[in-house]
């Protein structure tokens, strides 16, 4: 479930010799000219002085940056560390679907095995948070959310995940779905409810929607819809979200993913949707996957509109691409957005940090005190330079302890270790 609101006021008391304590010497915040310290206690940053038993990690004037929150991801889908597969063509969300569940039974490995290997990944290529969707059909049973809900159990001390029941063969018309939903629902594993394309693809806007929001209302859930439709049947769906998001009170738990419709309106119909969204604190994610499909961010965010980035799908079957990594999905974001000056560049940083965290309900992690200690450290010149090299981190750091070194994850018993 989303997280409450971070208000900022922890993590300031002076610390003890009691306490947990790191100190980050010679480290660049945003790629500072001129390094400083950084002081950690009990996993949050403190502007008071480190007690004597503190541990110190020599940063080497590296560029200490805030990970990274994937908004948007299918691990449970990936085929990542496994042998190569090779992909047939595919017309349409029902045909992908069914070379899902084809893939699905293919595999040797199981879901957790296959979601371990790139959540981890992730992590090591400073991730610190993910909202992950999880198939839910006929054709899978629970096995996928089943699958993430043990992934996150094991990588919890160098991940937040929340797990979106989605159905991706849809709800209404693929019989048994709407059942599963409930059970999924019913079993406190997952944190959001999905759908799709309730009108294009499910042929149902009024039945599917009402199933959704009343799961999501009777077991505490927020809900996560899939939105590729265009034109009238999008922003219509749109439409019918933001009406059931006001009458069940559900502001700040609800989130529409892709919503290319809005990539059709002019500028007039733009502001005005975006005005009801932002009233309804209704989040939105994009993929940045190409320049006529990437949500115009700064516009929506006029309006209050909270817009995080994510990865999508990581070579499953609809696509061979993708490596989990945030950093080269800024990076890629930057690309289609034409980012050319350093504000630029480095706004699409923000977007994958700290909007991704806004979505999620997540504290911001900007080393002030009270923030977070979930960072990493890279080499690189400037926040700018590195969006557009995406060099890797040499550590990443999750609550003032280093959760992976040079590429590998730091063992969970190792952690309490600089």
């Not at 994610?285 to 965010?301: E, G, H, K, N, Q």
């Not at 999620?360 to 400037?382: I, K, M, N, Q």
């Given at each position: ?31 500072t000219e001129s390094p400083v310290d950084l002081t950690v206690v009990d996993g949050r940053f403190t502007d008071h002085p ?217 500028e007039r119909e733009l502001d005005a949707i975006a005005a009801e969204l932002g009233l309804a604190d209704i989040a939105l ?17 006029e309006h209050g509109v909270r817009v995080g980035l994510g990865t999508d799908g990581v070579r499953d079957a609809w696509s ?99």
């Open positions: 479930m989303t997280s409450p609101r971070y208000d900022g006021a922890q993590g300031t008391v002076p610390a003890d010799d009691t306490a947990d304590a790191v100190v980050f010497r010679n480290v660049r915040p945003f790629g480190a007690p004597a038993a503190a541990r110190v990690v020599d940063g080497g004037g590296r560029v200490a940056l805030p990970t990274l929150v994937n908004a948007h991801v299918h691990p449970d889908k990936t085929t990542w560390g496994g042998p190569w597969v090779s992909r047939r063509p595919a017309q349409g969300i029902a045909d992908y679907s069914e070379q899902d569940a084809e893939l699905f039974r293919s595999q040797d490995r199981t879901v957790a095995e296959r979601a371990l290997g790139l959540m981890s990944h992730a992590v090591t290529r400073g991730t610190r948070a993910m909202r992950a969707h999880a198939d839910v059909a006929p054709a899978y049973g629970l096995a996928c959310v089943e699958g993430l809900a043990a992934v996150r159990q094991q990588l919890r001390h160098s991940l937040d995940a929340e797990i979106v029941a989605f159905p991706q063969h849809g709800v209404i018309r693929t019989p048994g779905t709407a059942e599963l939903l409930e059970e999924a629902a019913r079993t406190g594993t997952i944190d959001m409810i999905g759908g799709i394309d309730p009108i294009d693809f499910d042929h149902a806007l009024d039945e599917q929607l009402d199933l959704i929001f009343r799961l999501a209302d009777r077991h505490a859930l927020g809900v996560d819809l899939h939105l590729h439709d265009r034109g009238d049947a999008g922003t219509a769906a749109l439409r019918a979200v933001i009406d059931r998001t006001r009458a069940l009170s559900l502001q700040g738990r609800v989130t529409v993913s892709h919503v290319f419709c809005l990539l059709d309106l002019d994610t994009t993929v940045a996957p190409s320049p006529s499909r990437v949500l115009p961010i700064a516009r929506l965010r061979p691409f993708g490596n989990g990594d945030m950093l080269h999905r800024t990076h890629q974001l930057g690309r289609v957005t034409g980012a050319r000056t350093d504000d630029e560049l480095e706004r699409c940083y923000h977007v994958g940090a700290h909007d991704g965290a806004d979505v999620l309900g997540l504290p911001r992690v900007d080393f002030t005190a009270g923030s977070p200690a979930d960072f990493v450290l890279v080499h690189g010149e400037c926040l700018p330079q590195i969006v557009v090299d995406t060099p890797p981190p040499d550590l990443v750091v999750r609550g003032g302890r280093v959760v992976a070194r040079d590429g590998e994850p730091v063992d969970a018993t190792e952690q309490s270790l600089p």
